[in-house]
């Protein structure tokens, strides 16, 4: 039984963490369901970074480009990563302030499900948006980044700390809204990821005093490739979505379910 209970929450997280309807806000709904009432903060930490992988993987091309050329001290890929991690800042300076404060809402269903309607809300406004549509480039995205654009990103990233928020689904949102086309607000949504989740993770492991006595190598690897399997379905479908101007239907989803946990 603890298998399949790893299995299905290591799938959860690695779906929800691309798609935009927030893994974290998921999580707290299944582990209610399956009656799960302490927080298993190593599977937390193993199924991040297996969607952490996930990225790797599918966007190996771009990412190993970046490292080539940041080794090579390219000021335009330097300039790139250095976007990236300023727009992690709001996220890390709300977490490291109200932490505790933002914990508490793990256990409060009536703002996590209040959370998807917002996240839903955000997903719906996305029918205006009127990005340009190009392919993707290191170029024309670095032309877009700027401190008032990279800012307004990680502000909406910052957000997702609250579970049912979505990170994916607040920063391409937020990025489509400030003109970026749908690939680079892909790209740069998840790049921003990148040390966002290593970050988190750390801080994580770090809070970790000894593992359960009852762990399980197998049981935990379970959950890391569930993780990885269905995060590879969740990011190719999140850039189908976007690359189909859809972003929008999964706020049809998120408001029934939102109502959902709000109500029972």
């Known amino acids: 039984m603890e298998l399949i209970i790893n299995f299905f929450l290591g799938a959860v997280q690695g779906l929800t963490e ?3 309807i927030s893994s974290s806000g998921h999580l707290v709904v299944g582990q209610k369901l399956l009656g799960i009432e302490t927080h298993d903060l190593f ?3 193993l199924t991040h970074l297996g969607t952490l992988f996930v990225i790797f993987i599918y966007y190996r091309k771009e990412l190993l480009h970046v490292l080539k050329e940041s080794l090579r001290l390219n000021a335009d890929i330097l300039k790139l990563i250095f976007w990236a ?3 992690c800042l709001p996220a890390i300076l709300l ?3 109200l932490k505790n404060y933002i914990l508490e809402f793990f256990d409060q269903s009536f703002f996590v499900g209040l959370f ?3 996240t839903a809300l955000v ?3 996305t029918k205006w948006a009127r990005p340009q549509i190009s392919e993707f480039q290191f170029d024309e995205l670095l032309l877009k980044l700027n401190v008032s654009t990279v800012l307004k990103i990680g502000v ?6 609250f579970p049912g928020i979505s990170r994916s689904g607040m920063t391409v949102s937020t990025a489509l809204f400030c003109g970026l086309s749908p690939k680079e607000s892909a790209f740069f949504s998840f790049l921003m990821a990148i040390p966002l989740i290593l970050g988190v993770s750390l801080v994580s492991i770090m ?3 000894s593992l359960s006595p009852q762990f399980s190598v197998f049981e935990y690897s379970v959950s890391f490739l569930s993780s990885m399997a269905f995060g590879i379905v969740g990011l190719f479908g999140i850039v189908r979505f976007l690359e189909t101007k859809k972003l929008h239907t999964f706020s049809y989803y998120l408001v029934p379910l939102g109502l959902f946990v709000i109500l029972f």
Request: glycine share 8%; proline share 4%; aromatic share 14%.
């Open 18 to 20: 691309f798609l935009p």
């Open 43 to 45: 599977l937390d930490i």
């Open 85 to 87: 991690l300023v727009g």
């Open 95 to 97: 977490g490291l302030s």
């Open 116 to 118: 998807f309607v917002f």
């Open 123 to 125: 997903l719906y406004l």
């Open 156 to 161: 909406a990233q910052s957000l997702a700390l």
């Open 207 to 209: 809070d970790i005093s």
